[in-house]
């Protein structure tokens, strides 16, 4: 038996999962975690990772790690996503956390994360064909999965926070900001050829903005006993959501049941690559994930070391929703 912490440093927040790996395969998560610390907040065109940034999340691992040493955890993998990976200035951040925590942050390379991610939907979901997306804040992963085998993956330096601080207001969003950011997921998905197989396919959404979709129609059908981890939605009703959604200012984003509030300010722009994904490859429906990166490297790790196929939790395992509300 292993207890193995499972630290995802992300461009908007950073969460902690502290789970019990067994000699047969199986696991079971005995601690979630999350804070929301922005770390790609002011990045800016030069990506460099802003100080106050860096000091309020470099005291969020410091609580991560306490956390996993109470519950005396074998192991801690601390990783980093699209903000670390991006930055100019990765070097001294992943340097003063180490000062700071002892923690040796594992930089992901954006196939990498595309990788857990498609271990953690594979193993967790009934998919065989699909596109898999991933909204961060500062990079979303593409997959592309058929007869069960991911075929194809790439990362595109778009995410709820770098989208949102490029081209859209936080407060009202103007017609203005809304075609560029549009445009700029456009070109992205322009440039990715093999998204043209996925057409028709059903997508599997990842990341707390996707979530939101799930969440506020969860409030609105007054069905909050569904698990959002296999949620679906049609593609009328996920632009039904964003267009409830998009002409909102500030205050009245905060008060859309459903919608965290300290996502208010970036959830237009965590919403969009979804939109334009389902509009893109003309998909009829959308499956949300509550696993991701955290259990991918999970299930890699059981793999590893037993040999054995992964045992999954049973389906209320995966019904905890460690999102910020």
Same mark, same amino acid.
């Given at each position: 038996?292993?207890?193995?912490?499972?630290?995802?440093?992300?461009?908007? #927040? /950073? $969460? +902690?999962?502290? &789970?019990?790996?067994?000699?047969? %395969? @199986?696991?079971?998560?005995?601690?979630?975690?999350?804070?929301?610390?922005?770390?790609?907040?002011?990045?800016?065109?030069?990506?460099?990772?802003?100080?106050?940034?860096?000091?309020?999340?470099?005291?969020?691992?410091?609580?991560?790690?306490?956390?996993?040493?109470?519950?005396?955890?074998?192991?801690?993998?601390?990783?980093?996503?699209?903000?670390?990976?991006?930055?100019?200035?990765?070097?001294?951040?992943?340097?003063?956390?180490?000062?700071?925590?002892?923690?040796?942050?594992?930089?992901?390379?954006?196939?990498?994360?595309?990788?857990?991610?498609?271990?953690?939907?594979?193993?967790?979901?009934?998919?065989?064909?699909?596109?898999?997306?991933?909204?961060?804040?500062?990079?979303?992963?593409?997959?592309?999965?058929? #007869? /069960? $085998? +991911?075929?194809? &993956?790439?990362?595109?330096?778009? %995410? @709820?926070?770098?989208?949102?601080?490029?081209?859209?207001?936080?407060?009202?969003?103007?017609?203005?900001?809304?075609?560029?950011?549009?445009?700029?997921?456009?070109?992205?998905?322009?440039?990715?050829?093999?998204?043209?197989?996925?057409?028709?396919?059903?997508?599997?959404?990842?990341?707390?903005?996707?979530?939101?979709?799930?969440?506020?129609?969860?409030?609105?059908?007054?069905?909050?006993?569904?698990?959002?981890?296999?949620?679906?939605?049609?593609?009328?009703?996920?632009?039904?959501?964003?267009?409830?959604?998009?002409?909102?200012?500030?205050?009245?984003?905060?008060?859309?049941?459903?919608?965290?509030?300290?996502?208010?300010?970036?959830?237009?722009?965590?919403?969009?690559?979804?939109?334009?994904?389902?509009?893109?490859?003309?998909?009829?429906?959308?499956?949300?994930?509550?696993?991701?990166?955290?259990?991918?490297?999970?299930?890699?790790?059981?793999?590893?070391?037993?040999?054995?196929?992964?045992?999954?939790?049973?389906?209320?395992?995966?019904?905890?929703?460690?999102?910020?509300?």
């Amino acid at each position: 038996m292993t207890k193995l912490a499972i630290i995802d440093l992300g461009s908007n #927040s /950073t $969460r +902690m999962t502290i &789970s019990q790996v067994n000699d047969d %395969g @199986s696991y079971e998560v005995i601690h979630r975690d999350q804070s929301m610390v922005r770390l790609s907040e002011g990045m800016g065109s030069d990506k460099v990772l802003q100080p106050k940034a860096m000091e309020r999340t470099i005291q969020v691992m410091q609580e991560f790690a306490e956390i996993a040493q109470k519950y005396k955890a074998d192991k801690i993998i601390p990783t980093a996503t699209a903000a670390v990976r991006q930055a100019t200035n990765k070097a001294e951040f992943i340097q003063m956390l180490a000062d700071q925590t002892g923690l040796k942050l594992r930089v992901l390379t954006g196939l990498e994360e595309a990788h857990y991610d498609y271990l953690a939907i594979i193993h967790t979901l009934p998919i065989s064909d699909a596109l898999i997306i991933d909204t961060g804040g500062g990079s979303v992963e593409l997959v592309y999965v058929q #007869s /069960t $085998r +991911m075929v194809q &993956s790439i990362s595109v330096p778009i %995410g @709820s926070v770098n989208l949102t601080e490029a081209y859209l207001e936080k407060d009202k969003i103007s017609a203005k900001g809304l075609f560029t950011a549009n445009l700029a997921i456009e070109r992205q998905f322009s440039n990715v050829p093999w998204l043209q197989n996925a057409r028709h396919l059903p997508i599997v959404a990842l990341g707390g903005s996707n979530r939101t979709f799930a969440k506020i129609s969860r409030r609105f059908r007054n069905v909050m006993d569904l698990p959002i981890h296999g949620y679906r939605l049609t593609a009328e009703d996920v632009f039904d959501i964003f267009q409830a959604v998009l002409p909102e200012d500030m205050e009245g984003r905060k008060k859309i049941p459903g919608l965290a509030k300290d996502r208010a300010d970036i959830i237009v722009g965590g919403m969009l690559p979804l939109v334009n994904a389902m509009q893109y490859i003309d998909a009829t429906q959308v499956i949300f994930s509550q696993a991701g990166l955290r259990e991918g490297i999970v299930f890699e790790y059981i793999q590893q070391k037993t040999g054995l196929d992964v045992v999954t939790p049973m389906p209320e395992d995966m019904t905890i929703d460690d999102d910020v509300n």
